[in-house]
């Protein structure tokens, strides 16, 4: 009796074993590939979530103020890049394909000066106040070839709630920026120290 019990309990534990490693190796390549775009079926860029726990890149900031009251992007661009990507690129020095760069937008806090800075406690300049959009880059040679590997994405340029999809912008309307003046690979990565090129 005490031999049966003991081997309907190693087979239980066999069981469970095999049940855990079952479930945890899908799990596992999930997890993987989960920081790659997301597409419709129609080809449209499906908006990431939990971006805002992504690695943050840097804010560069273009108020109306300083560009004539016409900047093109008048706030805060709060850079993010998927932890997964990150971590390849601080080791190749190359952003691998699948790299999602998402820009979300910030307004600065209402102006008290004609630069439109405003005095705090910590003293005068620019302060971060409501999200205001969210633009993306993606990196996919086969998609993107004709623009240098990278698709450019518009989410709206206004408060939240943004777009749930969002179509590849022609060349012209935003990757040519990129071809004409981006450090490397597309990137202006000398607005993003943490990448280790300044």
């Known amino acids: 009796m005490k031999l049966v019990s003991s ?3 190693a087979l239980g534990l066999g069981a469970v074993i095999l049940a855990v490693d079952q479930t945890s190796t899908p799990a596992l390549a999930q997890d993987t590939s989960d920081w790659m775009p997301k597409w419709t079926d129609s080809g449209e860029l499906i908006l ?8 943050y890149l840097g804010s560069p900031l273009t108020p109306n103020a300083l560009n004539g009251g016409e900047a093109g992007f008048p706030e805060y661009h709060n850079v993010y890049v998927h932890p997964s990507a990150y971590a390849i690129y601080k ?6 394909e ?12 209402e102006a ?5 800075s405003r005095s705090e406690v910590s ?6 106040g409501a999200f205001n959009g969210i633009d993306i880059s993606v990196k996919d040679s086969t998609r993107f070839s004709e623009s240098e590997n990278w698709g450019y994405f518009n989410f709206g340029h206004h408060a939240p709630p943004y777009a749930a999809t969002a179509a590849a912008a022609p060349v012209e309307a935003c990757a040519q920026c990129h071809i004409d003046s981006a450090d490397e690979d597309m990137v ?6 943490i990448l280790g090129s300044n």
């Open 48 to 55: 990431p979530e939990g971006y805002r726990e992504w690695v």
């Open 123 to 128: 003293g005068r300049g620019y302060f971060p």
């Open 98 to 109: 699948g790299t999602i760069l998402l820009k979300e937008l910030q307004l600065t806090q």
């Open 112 to 116: 008290q000066e004609e630069d439109g």
């Open 7 to 9: 081997l309907t309990l």
């Open 188 to 193: 202006f990565t000398r607005f993003y120290t």
């Open 91 to 96: 080791e190749t020095k190359v952003f691998p």
